[in-house]
Each structure stands twice: as structure tokens, then as C-alpha cells.
């Protein structure tokens, strides 16, 4: 059987997408590959970040003849203004979406559409943060602990609770560099005034705002997102679905959930369940209902439930032109505002649900914690409806698709570990299996690979091509958000990929029963690596800095990468960047995100923009920290 397997390559990933264009073409409606060729070449000062439009008497642009905007500020000031406004981007945009998790969490009720499903997680939180549970209500103590994670956001002293969860070290680090985050709204709040015109004009302080805003998300607004979103949905635990657009089906109605927050998603496979529902679904004749996901929203699916992954971020616009997609239902993040065009040249029915993301051509339909069964339910029943209205001529289903096998939050990465313990001698709950498979050199090593597509490089080329190379070389792979979809797609998430692993990695995988790449879950539960490199460095003893393990987003696009960077190289893991951080015009912008954080916090960014030169140093990295641990 294991011979027969075979990864899906990128040239097949290719034709596919270039056979849905042929549809594109037909129905006459343009898709990203298209508007690429229109925006390229890009603005080369916007690329190196020496536009500056903070203020009205710009824009200013900074050449050799004109090394100065009309205040003064120099090319290092207007690159590192740019910089800390994308941190700060990044980190409201997380940071919100944890936010809303809370508020459902706060009106979560036993009757109500929201539920406590991990009761134990919510327990051991309420005892962190000192909530009594004693012989109260699930529900009273579910709704303490989320005022408190509201309110943090905007306490008006201290630092953000959740920092400490980190090491002693790093915490005396932060505390030393003054980047220990305080609220997000203040870090958020800090980083635009900081930016506005006459204020912060040295780079230095741009950068340590940057990494201290980027604390705020990863050691904060994330990990409220990522806990509230378990203690509600439930904790992912290893299992097996599929991914890749072959997962659209020709008989079944077809609801592409798309986005981020999976509070629209839990109702939409809620009430696609329903029996009434399913009873209507064969009345049109179709044979069941088919929910699949699409970015992060899919990665939260795909993490909790059986639910299929139909792809990433640059295949928005394709799962429609496969034209049996009957309803596409967004929540917030990364929705291509093309959606709607593209939707209105098929039967496909668009809707919004939040006033965060809203986009002309859709059908608006904001949700909330009390009416989102009725609204998910209407949504459900007009996609069901109309199934019948799809256009043969326009139907291809790309037939690609894989096993992957998902749900490794770090409580699922230790259930597998527990299983290559001896329960008589080791302790059980730990990292300690792993750090033995490091120590010994069966692993090199761990790479948190995570990030969008973007077309700036090839899709989905870097991200595997990069894996494959890694898990040859024995190094063990931990994804989220675009990045897994992309391991999902080649087939790297069936455990079977095993055999393209170096020897010692695979004998990990046959023992612990795991895929070479572990799913971790989507771009907010990167916060789930910073809570798995903590554990490893507190069971191992030594801090996170010393850990053969460094970050990886070759194809990295949005604000919030640039905010995850930041935590990530906060919390002293090296970052290797396969897209340039648009700071390319500031010589001293450069040298503080590559070596100037290495001083601050022990950690910085590396940057290649070619994957075979990008994977060589990050093995290089991972051999050096080995050679300075002694193993
Ligand atoms: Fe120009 Fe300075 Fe205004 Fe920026 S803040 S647009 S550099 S004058
Ligand atoms: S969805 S932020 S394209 S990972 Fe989280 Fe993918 Fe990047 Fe969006």
C-alpha cells in the first residue's frame, strides 16, 4: 500500500488551476493570476518601503536626490513607521478575533447556540487565572473567565496575563528590553501614535514597539483566540479528513465556509447536520450536504471535525469556479473582495456575516451569539435550495485530494507522545520523548512552518518543496494556517508521507503513529507554538533561544505574519523569511530585523527569497544551535 503513495505535485496543483481558468475565461470574469499580471512590476518604492503617506503634504518618496521627506524624515524612519503600522495591523487583526471568541464565550449558555464543550480546559484556566470553580455552575465560571480575557484587552495597568505562561528567561528579557506587552489595544494604540507624523523617528524604537506589539497578539489577542475558540469548540485531538479541491462533490450540496473565526462555521456544520435539513437536501436531490472549509475557517474545521479542506488562500477564487459551489458564507480575513464578482457569474450564493468584513455583491447577514442558529440555518436551507440551479456546462472538479491526518494542538501532540512512554517508569504529559529524539540526533531538529500564499513566489512551491527537504534531513515539520493547507494538498499530512522523511524521522512517526508534518491549526494558533516551544524548553531545561527549532514563512503576505514574526523573534526563535519584509530601502531597518532583535531578545529574521537557498540556511541554523547545546 505505502508504495503506491505519492505526493500531489505542484505542476498538478497547476493544471488544475489552469483548467479552472478555462472557465474563468469562458464566463469572463478575471482571477488573481490575471490582476498580477496588471500589478507587476510593482511600485518599487512601496517595495522597499520608503513611500510615506502619513501625512498631507505627501506622499514623500525617498530616492538619491531626495534623501529626506518634506518633516525630515530619512528612509530608516518612514521603512520602520511602515513596519510597526503592519505590526500593528496584524496584531488588531488577530487580537479582535480573539476578542469576539471571548464575547461568545461571555454569552455562551447551556440552551443557547454556544456550548462549553471542554469543560477540563475551562477548569484549568479558571485555576490559572484564580477563578473559583468549586460548586459553581460551568456556565458562571465560563463567563468570569471570559470578562477577564475581555478586559484585558484594555486594562489600564500591567502587562498581559498571559505572558506568564512564558519562561522565567524571556519574561526577564521582555521585562529588561521594555517590550513585555502591556493591553493590546494600548500596544495597538501606542504603535499608531508612535507612527503619526512628528513622532517616533528612530528605527530602533520602531522596531522594539513592533516586537512589543507583536507580544501583545502572540501572548495575547491569539491566545485568547485560539483557548476560548477550545473551550467552546473543543480541543483538536488527532484524526483523520481530507484536503484539496477534489473534496467539492458532484452529487452533494457544496457550503465553503471561508475566513477565520469559527463561530459562522460551528452553526454552518451544526445545522448542516440537522435532520430536517438533510431531509430537504434529497428532496432537491442531492445526496447529502457537504461543508468544507477554506483558509483558516477551514483550518479550525478541519482541526475539531471530519470536515474537508477544499484549499487556501489563492484558491478563493477557484473552489467557485469549480461550479458546484452552492453558498460561500465568510466570516473575517483574507476574503478576496472578488468574491463577489466572481460568484455572481455562477449560481453561487455569497454571504457575509460580520461587520468587520463586508463586500460588495454579498448577501449581508451579520451573526451573533443570539440569532446565529437561525441565521446559519437560513444559509444552509438557500444553499439546499439552490443546488438545482447549477450550470453543467460550467461544472469541473479538479480530482486532487489527500488523507490528512490533523488536530495536533500541543494536547494532541503530547496524547501521541504519552504513547511511546512506559507508563510504569516515565511521566506521562510531557515533551519529554521528543526532547530525548532531539538530544540523540534521531531528530535534528523542529521547524514551524507557517504563512499565506503569495504570489510573489510561486504558490505553494516554497512551502512544500521547503518540507520535503527538512523531513528528508530529519527534521520534524509543525504547520498552520496556508502553510499546512499546502503540506494537506501534496499529501505531506497522510502519515504515509512518512517514507520521504530521513530514517530517524520516520522511525518517529511509525512509533508515535503521526504524520511528518503536524497540523497545529490556523494563523491565530501560532500561539499554540509559542505555548509548545515554552513546554519543550521547561521540560528540557534550557531557554527557548537554545532550542533547535526556528520559524519559517516563505510565502507570507498579510499584517498579521508581520505581527507573528515579531512574537515568534520575541520569543527567541530565529525566523527565516521567504518574502522580503518591505523595509529593503532601509539599510539600518535591515540590519535591526536581522541582527539588532538578535541582541534585544536572541532571535532575528533571516531573509532569502529563493526556497533552495532559504531551506539550506535554515538547516544550517538548526545545526549550529545543536552544536552550541553540545548534542
Ligand atoms: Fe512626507 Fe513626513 Fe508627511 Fe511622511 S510624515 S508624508 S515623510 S512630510
Ligand atoms: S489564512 S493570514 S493567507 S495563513 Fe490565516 Fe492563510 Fe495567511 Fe490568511
Known amino acids: 500500500m505505502s508504495q503506491e503513495f505519492k505526493l500531489t505535485t505542484v505542476e498538478q496543483m497547476e493544471a488544475d488551476q489552469a483548467r479552472l481558468r478555462e472557465t474563468a475565461a469562458q464566463v469572463g470574469i478575471d482571477t488573481w493570476q490575471d490582476r498580477v499580471k496588471n500589478q507587476t512590476p510593482h511600485c518599487g518604492f512601496g517595495e522597499k518601503g520608503v513611500c510615506c503617506r502619513i501625512c498631507a503634504m505627501g506622499p ?226 442531492a445526496k447529502g450536504i457537504n461543508v468544507v472549509g477554506l483558509c483558516c475557517t477551514g483550518n479550525e474545521m478541519m482541526m475539531r471535525h471530519k470536515i474537508k479542506m477544499a484549499g487556501n488562500f489563492l484558491q478563493q477564487e477557484a473552489v467557485i469556479l469549480t461550479g458546484v459551489c452552492d453558498a460561500i458564507v465568510v466570516d473575517v480575513q483574507c476574503i478576496f473582495p472578488n468574491i463577489g464578482p466572481v460568484a455572481e457569474c455562477f449560481h453561487t450564493k455569497f454571504y457575509t456575516t460580520s461587520p468587520i468584513a463586508r463586500i460588495p455583491l454579498s448577501e449581508y447577514l451579520p451573526i451573533t451569539s443570539q440569532n446565529a442558529g437561525e441565521v446559519a440555518k437560513k444559509i444552509v436551507k438557500e444553499a439546499i435550495e439552490n443546488f438545482p440551479n447549477r450550470e453543467p456546462g460550467k461544472i469541473f472538479i479538479p480530482e486532487h485530494k489527500h488523507i490528512a491526518n490533523v488536530g495536533y494542538s500541543c494536547e494532541g501532540i503530547k496524547s501521541r507522545l504519552d504513547t511511546v512512554t512506559n507508563s510504569r517508569i516515565d511521566e506521562i504529559d510531557t515533551y519529554k520523548p521528543l526532547i530525548e529524539c532531539v538530544k540523540s540526533g534521531v531528530l535534528r531538529g523542529a521547524v514551524a512552518m507557517v504563512g499565506c500564499n503569495n504570489p510573489k513566489v510561486r504558490p505553494d512551491y516554497s512551502h512544500i518543496e521547503i518540507m520535503k527537504k527538512l523531513l528528508a534531513n530529519d527534521i520534524v515539520i509543525v504547520a498552520t494556517g496556508c502553510a499546512a493547507q499546502a503540506a494537506s494538498k501534496a499529501g505531506l499530512l497522510d502519515k504515509r508521507a512518512k517514507q520521504f522523511c530521513g530514517e530517524g524521522l520516520r522511525r518517529v512517526c511509525t512509533l508515535a503513529d503521526i504524520p511528518p508534518v503536524l497540523h497545529m491549526g490556523s494563523c491565530v494558533d501560532i500561539s499554540r507554538m509559542m505555548l ?68 534585544m531578545v536572541g532571535a532575528g529574521y533571516i531573509i532569502n527569497t529563493n526556497p533552495d537557498g532559504l531551506v539550506e540556511s535554515i538547516i544550517e541554523g538548526i545545526e549550529a544551535k545543536r552544536k552550541a547545546l553540545g548534542i
Not at 507573528?564 to 530565529?574: L, M, P, S
Request: hydrophobic content about 35%; some cysteine; charged content about 25%.
Open 60 to 285: 514623500c518618496r525617498i530616492t538619491p536626490k531626495a534623501p529626506k521627506g518634506i518633516c525630515g524624515a530619512t528612509a530608516d524612519a518612514i521603512a520602520g513607521r511602515n513596519y510597526l503600522r503592519m505590526a500593528a495591523g496584524g496584531a488588531a487583526t488577530h487580537s479582535d478575533h480573539g476578542r469576539e471568541c471571548a464575547w461568545k464565550l461571555y454569552d455562551a449558555s447551556e440552551d443557547g447556540y454556544y456550548h462549553v464543550t471542554d469543560a477540563s480546559k475551562l477548569l484549568k484556566l479558571a485555576k490559572e487565572w484564580g477563578v473559583k470553580t468549586d460548586g459553581r455552575d460551568i456556565y458562571d465560571v465560563a463567563h468570569e473567565v471570559a470578562e477577564l480575557a475581555i478586559n484585558e484587552y484594555g486594562k489600564p495597568t500591567g502587562y498581559q496575563r498571559w505572558t506568564e505562561r512564558a519562561t522565567e528567561e524571556r519574561r526577564k528579557t521582555w521585562e529588561k528590553e521594555d517590550i513585555m506587552p502591556r493591553a493590546v489595544d494600548r500596544e495597538v494604540v501606542t504603535a499608531m501614535h508612535m507612527t503619526h507624523m512628528g513622532n517616533t523617528a528612530d528605527a530602533e524604537a520602531l522596531v522594539r514597539q513592533s516586537l512589543r506589539c507583536g507580544l501583545s497578539d502572540g501572548w495575547g489577542g491569539s491566545m485568547t483566540g485560539t483557548e476560548m475558540s477550545d473551550i467552546m469548540y473543543g480541543t483538536p485531538m488527532p484524526h483523520d479528513t481530507e484536503g484539496n479541491l477534489g473534496v467539492m462533490e458532484m452529487d452533494q450540496v457544496n457550503i465553503v465556509c471561508h475566513g477565520h473565526d469559527p463561530a459562522v462555521s460551528e452553526m454552518i456544520i451544526r445545522f448542516a447536520e440537522d435532520p430536517e435539513m438533510l431531509k430537504l437536501a434529497k428532496k432537491v436531490g
Open 532 to 599: 509548545l516551544v515554552t513546554g519543550i524548553a521547561k521540560d528540557w531545561g534550557i531557554d527557548t533561544t537554545q532550542l533547535p527549532v526556528v520559524g519559517c514563512a516563505p510565502e507570507w503576505m498579510s499584517e498579521k505574519a508581520v505581527s507573528i514574526a515579531n512574537y515568534v523573534v520575541a520569543t527567541g526563535i530565529d525566523t527565516y523569511l521567504g518574502i522580503d519584509p518591505l523595509v529593503g530601502g532601509s539599510p539600518q531597518m535591515m540590519q535591526l530585523i536581522t541582527e539588532g532583535t538578535k541582541k
